[in-house]
Structures are given as structure tokens and as C-alpha cells.
């Protein structure tokens, strides 16, 4: 029985130490949902794509940029686009439009999320903004990372 004790009493101090190593969750640890939400073809060529941000964080956005690469229906690199989402203000959610010359909507079989080049919360310096990413397509072509 006072092998039990001990094993008990052991536990309960190795808990709060194992507890006490954990990584604290950060203050505004909310999520930045980025989903392709449509495609649309231009007149005279070229895609559409209608992003849509959900900034769940506490922070906004003055900077938010990324590089996208399109991948055909073959799944091969057609081209890489960069472009520039901000600002993404807190609480909010943000249409951006963005064309891609010279590609059917048709041609697109996914659209990779290559780099962010730029996640800069107001007034705070740049971060990484992959840990707190979600992406979604509710278009045939998928957005991943």
C-alpha cells in the first residue's frame, strides 16, 4: 500500500511539471480563414478568382501577401501570381478579387499556396501566418498549402 502512496504522490508532482513545459497558447490566437470562394471567366481571357479573408485573429493586417502558384489540369505550374490581400481588419471579413491572365477557369485543377511573402499585423512587426491558416475552395480547384 505505501508503494501505491509513493507511486500517487509521485504522479502528482511530475503532472504540474509536465504541465508547467507546455508551450503557453499565444494572446489572440485565433484563426485567418483564406478560402477561393469563385471563379468567374473574363471577357477576352482570363480567370477571376474571388478570395474571401476571415480574420478571426485579434490582430488586423497591414500587410498580407502571397505567392500562389496555378497549377494546370495536368497538375503542372502554369505560372506563379503574386498578390496582395491587405488590409485584413480584425473581426472582419474581406472580398478581394484577383485576375489571372491568359488561363481558363476550366484550366485550373489547384491553386497552391507557394510563399506568404508578407504577414504584417498593424503596428507589430512581420510574423509567420502559416500556423494560423486555413484554407478552403468552394470552387473545382482546390487551394492548398
Same mark, same amino acid.
Given at each position: 500500500?505505501? !508503494? !501505491?502512496?509513493?507511486?500517487?504522490?509521485? +504522479?502528482?508532482?511530475?503532472?504540474?511539471?509536465?504541465?508547467?513545459?507546455?508551450?503557453?497558447?499565444? +494572446? &489572440?490566437?485565433?484563426?485567418?480563414?483564406?478560402?477561393?470562394?469563385? @471563379?468567374?471567366?473574363?471577357?477576352? &481571357?482570363?480567370?477571376?478568382? @474571388?478570395?474571401?479573408?476571415?480574420?478571426?485573429?485579434?490582430?488586423?493586417? +497591414?500587410? @498580407?501577401?502571397?505567392?500562389?502558384?496555378?497549377?494546370?489540369?495536368? &497538375?503542372?505550374?502554369?505560372?506563379?501570381?503574386?498578390?496582395?490581400?491587405?488590409?485584413?481588419?480584425? %473581426?472582419? /471579413?474581406? !472580398?478581394?478579387?484577383?485576375?489571372?491572365?491568359?488561363?481558363?477557369?476550366?484550366?485550373?485543377?489547384?491553386?497552391?499556396?507557394?510563399?506568404? /511573402?508578407?504577414?504584417?499585423?498593424?503596428? %507589430?512587426?512581420?510574423?509567420?501566418?502559416?500556423?494560423?491558416?486555413?484554407?478552403?475552395?468552394? /470552387? /473545382?480547384?482546390?487551394?492548398?498549402?
Amino acid at each position: 500500500m505505501s !508503494l !501505491l502512496k509513493s507511486l500517487i504522490a509521485g +504522479a502528482a508532482i511530475a503532472l504540474p511539471m509536465v504541465l508547467s513545459v507546455a508551450p503557453p497558447v499565444a +494572446a &489572440g490566437s485565433g484563426r485567418l480563414l483564406v478560402e477561393l470562394n469563385k @471563379f468567374e471567366e473574363i471577357e477576352g &481571357g482570363g480567370c477571376r478568382a @474571388f478570395f474571401l479573408f476571415r480574420n478571426q485573429t485579434d490582430n488586423s493586417f +497591414a500587410g @498580407f501577401e502571397m505567392s500562389l502558384a496555378i497549377l494546370d489540369t495536368n &497538375g503542372v505550374i502554369d505560372r506563379l501570381l503574386a498578390i496582395d490581400a491587405a488590409p485584413l481588419p480584425v %473581426a472582419r /471579413t474581406t !472580398l478581394k478579387l484577383f485576375e489571372i491572365p491568359e488561363t481558363t477557369c476550366a484550366g485550373i485543377s489547384e491553386i497552391l499556396l507557394h510563399e506568404i /511573402t508578407s504577414c504584417q499585423p498593424q503596428n %507589430a512587426d512581420e510574423m509567420d501566418c502559416f500556423p494560423i491558416l486555413d484554407l478552403n475552395s468552394k /470552387t /473545382t480547384a482546390a487551394l492548398v498549402k
